[in-house]
């Protein structure tokens, strides 16, 4: 039996990952005009392997480039943000509830394990903020793949996953929330565990309906502003 070659990150793939989590995490804010020599300075980068992180950031819509304008992080209005809101709503229930029937008792238990691992991270944090790195480090990614639908899984985690991954970091730094929205993760895996697909749909749906009423209290309270 040959064993896989481990796979090491390139140049290109490490100015990717830091860049995306900078973006992920307000570092780089939505709508901000970003220069690759401020960049190289910023992250100690390399002109080579930025130009190919940029690209890629680019391709899953996190970038957007303007003739004459630049390249800018990408933002959307409150309006559209709370469609996507919406949107995720229905379509990560549908998930939930198909990811009840389908997902193996070992995804079940690495799910678990996940969400421990996600409760250590949150205690690290002092409670102050929920970040969860893409893939299989993310809830609801597994939770997306885990449905074994096909289709879903590519509409809910291709740029409308890394759209809302922006977001979802900065709405998890409200108080308390880091700690409300692990609970809710863990109910709606019980409700996986235990095959139930109705109860999962509807904890997941009341879930991200929960953050999405989160957003309209911090756009009242002048909290959030885009």
Do not use: W
């Not at 740029?159 to 730094?173: A, E, F, G, Q």
């Amino acid at each position: 039996m040959i064993e896989a070659i481990p796979q090491t990150q390139t140049r290109a793939d490490e100015a990717f990952d830091c860049l995306q989590t900078a973006i992920v995490k307000g570092e780089l804010a939505p709508g901000e005009k970003i220069g690759e020599l401020e960049l190289c300075q910023r992250f100690q980068l390399t002109r080579g392997p930025l130009r190919e992180a940029l690209g890629r950031l680019e391709s899953r819509g996190l970038l957007v480039r303007r003739p004459h304008a630049g390249v800018k992080v990408v933002s959307v209005s409150t309006e559209e943000l709370l469609e996507l809101y919406r949107i995720r709503e229905v379509m990560e229930g549908l998930a939930a509830r198909q990811a009840a029937a389908r997902m193996t008792d070992e995804e079940v238990a690495g799910l678990q394990a996940t969400l421990d691992a996600h409760e250590a991270m949150i205690e690290q944090a002092q409670g102050q903020a929920y970040y969860q790195a893409e893939g299989d480090y993310d809830f609801h990614h597994r939770i997306a793949t885990g449905s074994r639908n096909t289709k879903l899984a590519q509409m809910l985690l291709g740029d409308l996953y890394y759209m809302v991954r922006m977001y979802r970091y900065r709405l998890s730094t409200s108080a308390g929330r880091p700690h409300r929205a692990l609970g809710e993760h863990r109910r709606i895996v019980e409700a996986i565990a235990q095959r139930d697909g109705e109860l999962a749909e509807f904890l997941m749906k009341r879930h991200i309906n929960a953050a999405r009423r989160n957003i309209e209290q911090k756009i009242e309270e002048g909290l959030l502003s885009f």
